[in-house]
């Protein structure tokens, strides 16, 4: 469990999940936003669905392996972007069926396994999405059609 600093309170999970970024994995949704400058650390959780099982132990198994890994993942990619994030995960309601059915057949080790793998696909995805939005936006803004170049009308003036 984390410590009550580091979790989201109920307001934040209803703005992430209202005026956050948003994305969807295969099994995973992510709903995150930049940090107050306020306060230095990163802010997580975690909802899993009663879709995904009525038992409570089988739901809060899944939960701390996603929070394990989410703080580790995203504890070492803060210290790349020097950013902390509100962050919060949940279960894709598309696909809460095919992910049960999938880890049933497997045991504890491999359930982690497979967790963590799944997890590590999405936000590997997610970081090249981001890499990839934001240089085309730098490309945009760098040679913006709309300005004119004066250098072409630099003939007219002499």
Same mark, same amino acid.
């Given at each position: 469990?984390?410590?009550?600093?580091?979790?989201?309170?109920?307001?934040?999970?209803?703005?992430?999940?209202?005026?956050?970024?948003?994305?969807?994995?295969?099994?995973?949704?992510?709903?995150?936003?930049?940090?107050?400058?306020?306060?230095?650390?990163?802010?997580?959780?975690?909802?899993?669905?009663?879709?995904?099982?009525?038992?409570?132990?089988?739901?809060?198994?899944?939960?701390?392996?996603?929070?394990?890994?989410?703080?580790?993942?995203?504890?070492?990619?803060?210290?790349? #972007? #020097?950013?902390?994030?509100?962050?919060?995960?949940?279960?894709?309601?598309?696909?809460?069926? #095919?992910?049960?059915?999938?880890?049933?057949?497997?045991?504890?080790?491999?359930?982690?396994?497979?967790?963590?793998?799944?997890?590590?696909?999405?936000?590997?995805?997610?970081?090249?999405?981001?890499?990839?939005?934001?240089?085309?936006?730098?490309?945009?803004?760098?040679?913006?059609?709309?300005?004119?170049?004066?250098?072409?009308?630099?003939?007219?003036?002499?």
């Amino acid at each position: 469990m984390f410590q009550q600093k580091l979790r989201l309170r109920t307001k934040d999970v209803r703005f992430l999940t209202r005026k956050g970024n948003r994305w969807y994995g295969k099994y995973f949704s992510f709903h995150s936003f930049p940090q107050y400058p306020n306060i230095p650390h990163n802010q997580i959780s975690c909802h899993i669905s009663i879709k995904y099982d009525k038992r409570a132990v089988h739901r809060n198994n899944l939960k701390k392996i996603i929070l394990n890994y989410i703080q580790e993942y995203v504890l070492t990619t803060k210290k790349r #972007n #020097n950013t902390y994030y509100k962050i919060f995960i949940g279960l894709n309601k598309q696909n809460i069926e #095919n992910f049960k059915e999938y880890l049933k057949s497997l045991d504890e080790t491999q359930q982690r396994m497979t967790v963590r793998e799944m997890l590590d696909q999405h936000l590997r995805e997610r970081e090249k999405k981001l890499l990839l939005y934001r240089s085309r936006n730098y490309n945009d803004k760098k040679h913006n059609p709309k300005k004119h170049d004066h250098k072409k009308y630099n003939h007219k003036r002499k």
